[in-house]
């Protein structure tokens, strides 16, 4: 048997809290508690209050003030901090308090909640472009920003397209992505805006672009990412004008801010069914070296598989470090020239001499992965629930996680997509 209470309270449809109906008021902070309780509302047919009103659903008398039951049934541990936060909301009514024996208590997680629709999520007021906008202007807007990727609106803003990180590096002539890019010395990037600002985004954006309407469920919204393999969609309204964007970034936002707390559940013997953990969702093919590898082998690694990063590990497997593009522009600053030529997505010849300090090629050959590698790392277990990676992720502005055993091996890596795949119930 499992000790709970039930909270049943008896009120009317005239009752109110901060001028809400006090049945919704109590809904939104239960819910708002984020614990192992359900609550349910029923309204009554007929009845009568204290002060002789009669309460009567018939048509031919119209509805008057229906009496309204709001029934919780919670652990018995929860019941006391509860019944503090009800205290204040009812002005009119009687609040009772059962004891409950309960046989067994089961419920199924959801990655976010099925009532919310795509307007209580997405990023409104968003930055857009128009198609004339120069490829300068736009790398110049999303340097700075946590986006990779603006809408291109029309003369009567309504979307047109989208202009992404790999639009601008394939179609655009874009050299490296636009974290590097950042990294990179003034006058590099100087160099490279000049050389965008020659062409605009209508010749190099995404059309016709993929929206979604705000008052669409987001679970709709979620199902055309995944389908049509984008990161991020403009939100329209019923006139077909911009209103918002929804990106991955704001879903998993959504997920802290709804998630309750699973293991607490499980921690009071409720059964929670389609718990995701990080280990289902592991790339397990993420590219490794050891410390004494070669950093030119490094650099053709990141290059061939087009990674931004690789695990180095000891001998048994354990996780030393990551290196990543960016570390290796950051080491070989005053070689960055030449770096530049070998991290380069749109290649050019390599020049040698293009180094003013010295021979970069000899120098990679000489360096090892361990030299380079970053150590101050965040890595998780397999048995962690997504909910809490994603948490981890947001909070350290990451996009992959390395994932570990209790013995620091390293096991594979973890992305916002594999996350957002898997979270929705799709295969990694």
């Not at 009568?48 to 009567?56: D, H, K, P």
């Not at 020049?351 to 965040?378: F, Q, S, W, Y």
Request: glycine share 6%.
């Amino acid at each position: 048997m499992l000790n709970y209470k039930a909270i049943e309270i008896l009120t009317s449809e005239a009752a109110h809290y901060r001028k809400k109906p006090v049945a919704d008021a109590v809904v939104e902070y239960i819910r708002g508690l984020k614990i192992a309780a359900r609550c349910m509302v029923t309204r009554g047919i007929a009845g009568c209050y204290e002060s002789g009103e009669v309460a009567t659903g018939r048509l031919e008398i119209l509805s008057l003030n229906l009496p309204i039951r709001i029934y919780i049934v919670l652990p018995a541990l929860e019941s006391e901090r509860v019944l503090i936060g009800l205290n204040g909301m009812l002005g009119d009514g009687i609040v009772a308090l059962h004891d409950l024996n309960v046989l067994s208590h089961r419920t199924n997680s959801a990655f976010f909640p099925r009532q919310l629709m795509v307007r209580d999520v997405m990023t409104s007021e968003p930055r857009r472009i128009g198609a004339d906008t120069p490829l300068s202007d736009v790398v110049q807007l999303l340097l700075p920003s946590i986006f990779t990727g603006l809408p291109v609106v029309d003369e009567h803003d309504r979307p047109i397209g989208v202009v992404t990180q790999g639009d601008l590096i394939r179609k655009g002539g874009m050299p490296l992505r636009l974290g590097l890019l950042a990294e990179s010395d003034e006058g590099r990037r100087d160099a490279v805006l000049t050389q965008l600002a020659e062409r605009r985004a209508a010749e190099v954006m995404t059309a016709p672009a993929v929206t979604i309407a705000a008052d669409r469920p987001l679970t709709e919204a979620v199902e055309l990412m995944l389908s049509r393999r984008v990161k991020r969609l403009p939100v329209v309204d019923r006139s077909g004008c911009l209103a918002g964007m929804l990106s991955r970034l704001d879903i998993f936002r959504t997920v802290m801010r709804e998630a309750p707390d699973w293991n607490s559940f499980r921690a009071q013997k409720i059964e929670v069914d389609h718990l995701k953990r990080v280990g289902d969702i592991l790339r397990r093919d993420t590219q490794t070296v050891s410390a004494e590898t070669r950093l030119d082998e490094v650099v053709r690694m990141i290059d061939r598989n087009d990674l931004q990063r690789v695990a180095v590990l000891d001998a048994r497997g354990t996780l030393l470090g990551l290196i990543s593009d960016r570390d290796l522009l950051r080491y070989f600053k005053p070689q960055q020239e030449g770096m530049w030529h070998l991290l380069a997505k749109v290649k050019q010849a390599f020049k040698e001499d293009a180094c003013p300090t010295g021979d970069l090629l000899r120098c990679l050959a000489e360096t090892k992965a361990g030299d380079v590698m970053t150590t101050d790392l965040i890595t998780v277990r397999e048995e962690m629930l997504i909910e809490e990676a994603i948490a981890l992720m947001i909070d350290k502005e990451l996009k992959r996680l390395p994932v570990v055993d209790a013995e620091g091996r390293f096991k594979g890596m973890i992305s916002r997509d594999s996350l957002l795949r898997t979270g929705f119930g799709e295969p990694a």
